[in-house]
């Protein structure tokens, strides 16, 4: 039963970055979907986010406020949603919320959310300033 103090979390209304199924290849030992494939599909989706807003290269330079809200299991699709949401003269941050759908049914949760920060970066590998909007 649901707390009805704590609001339950919507589901972004925009088409996700990244959407994915879920792989028995990606199972840790008990069986679940390991915490480190989501955490890269969210890499995945934050630098997608990320590298177009700096039109080149960006790296990741660190994640804020992972934590594991729901399992995933194998067979179900997962939709990564990402925002940008703060520029500085190199660096950018994008929020990643990543909801499960099992295959056989239409409801969603969210099972991780996480801030990524990048900096861009040039064929020097040193930062460099984002362009201009």
């Known amino acids: 039963m649901s707390d009805p103090a704590i609001p339950t979390p919507r589901q972004p209304s925009e088409a996700p970055t990244i959407r994915v199924v879920a ?74 919320e990543a909801w499960r759908r099992a295959r056989e049914d239409e409801d969603t949760e969210k099972v991780t959310e996480a801030t990524f920060t990048f900096v861009a970066i040039g064929e020097d590998r040193r930062s460099r300033e984002l362009p201009a909007l």
């Open 23 to 96: 792989m028995p290849a990606d199972t840790n030992p008990a069986g679940d979907i390991f915490g480190g494939w989501l955490m890269s599909q969210m890499d995945l989706a934050a630098a997608t986010i990320a590298t177009r807003r700096a039109r080149g290269r960006t790296a990741t330079v660190a994640v804020d406020g992972m934590s594991f809200l729901r399992p995933v299991t194998v067979g179900d699709e997962v939709s990564f949603y990402a925002t940008l949401v703060q520029t500085g003269r190199t660096s950018l941050k994008v929020q990643v």
